[in-house]
């Protein structure tokens, strides 16, 4: 009897377990969401897919990331909020935009708040930074993939400009981020809120006569071809990541948690370096195109915006002594 009570337990160990392996077999693979809104062939979105490939590998094809770029699943802003709300897995972009959901962020997208390369690699690896990913994961977003130091924000015109005095008055395209207003209007410029997917058409239609962006993203969003001046500002060093929501990120077993994270640190080097790469292959093309790439002394531009940041620190825009904490970070 004791026997048989042992072969009827065995029996019922292996079925629970056959239906188990059954059961996942029919719910299929899970599939996150990751939207973006850089055009395909930009680094930053080639960037994305390799993300999704590498979480693919890393979890033998039990979780996959399709990725909506070109503002497919909305604009920016709306994107995160779908991520907090959890009806958007996944969202990814410059680290500007959280400036909107979390204050401290906004000092990020300060002009000249960053001297070089370098200055950001210090401030990624600094309690600073650590703080910030953890106001941004109390929103409910957890930055699942960071380390994508993305080329410098420079400034591109119709016409070129040699001094803050050449933005005086200057129709400029700013995206909705609070700071990037306050800085370009700092400066002299009369910046204007319009959507990345809709930046080209403003300039060639002359909604703008200027914009700014990362020298990476460029030639694949075609700006040289309506503001052929591209000035070296180097202006922000703005970096990059992918943030999931925390909910979703939670309801993962914990060995899909670790993939993901591992995939999210090999995409940033990925990134960093394809993104370096791609521009050096297209900088010649979008010169034979017409493109002027012009040095600029950023000296007067950051002395006309120290008051700037004077006044915002004063007013509470960020947390009393943050920017100067990011510039003693600087070698």
Not at 4 to 26: A, E, G, K, Q, Y
Not at 93 to 121: P, T
Not at 235 to 246: F, G, K, Q, R, T
């Amino acid at each position: 009897m004791k026997y048989t009570r042992s072969i009827i337990s065995f029996v019922i160990v292996c079925f629970v377990f056959l239906m188990s392996v059954s059961s996942n077999s029919l719910a299929g693979p899970t599939t996150l969401r990751l939207g973006g809104i850089n055009a395909p062939k930009t680094p930053i979105t080639r960037g994305q897919y390799k993300f999704a490939e590498l979480v693919n590998q890393k979890t033998s094809g039990a979780v996959k990331v399709e990725v909506f770029p070109a503002s497919q699943l909305g604009k920016a802003l709306v994107q995160i909020e779908g991520v907090q709300l959890g009806t958007q897995d996944m969202f990814g972009a410059a680290v500007d935009w959280y400036a909107e959901l979390v204050k401290d962020w906004r000092v990020l997208s300060m002009g000249f708040v960053f001297k070089d390369f370098d200055h950001v690699r210090a401030f990624e690896k600094s309690e600073i930074y650590k703080d910030l990913k953890a106001q941004l994961l109390k929103k409910g977003l957890r930055v699942v993939s960071d380390g994508w130091f993305r080329m410098p924000r420079v400034f591109m015109g119709k016409k070129p400009i040699k001094t803050p005095d050449d933005l005086k008055g200057l129709k400029m395209r700013v995206p909705n981020i609070a700071t990037y207003l306050k800085v370009w209007e700092g400066l002299g410029a009369r910046p204007t809120r319009i959507a990345w997917g809709e930046v080209y058409m403003a300039l060639k239609q002359g909604v703008v006569d200027a914009c700014e962006g990362p020298l990476d993203a460029i030639y694949g969003m075609k700006f040289f071809e309506a503001a052929p001046n591209i000035v070296m500002t180097n202006h922000l060093y703005s970096n990059a990541n992918i943030v999931m929501s925390e909910k979703k990120f939670q309801s993962l077993e914990a060995q899909f948690q670790k993939a993901i994270l591992e995939a999210g640190r090999e995409a940033g080097v990925w990134y960093t370096r394809a993104s370096r790469e791609k521009f050096e292959k297209d900088k010649p093309t979008m010169i034979a195109a017409g493109a002027k790439f012009l040095e600029v002394n950023p000296k007067p531009f950051v002395e006309k915006l120290r008051p700037v940041v004077e006044k915002l620190e004063a007013e509470g825009f960020w947390r009393k002594g943050l920017y100067w904490e990011i510039q003693k970070l600087a070698k």
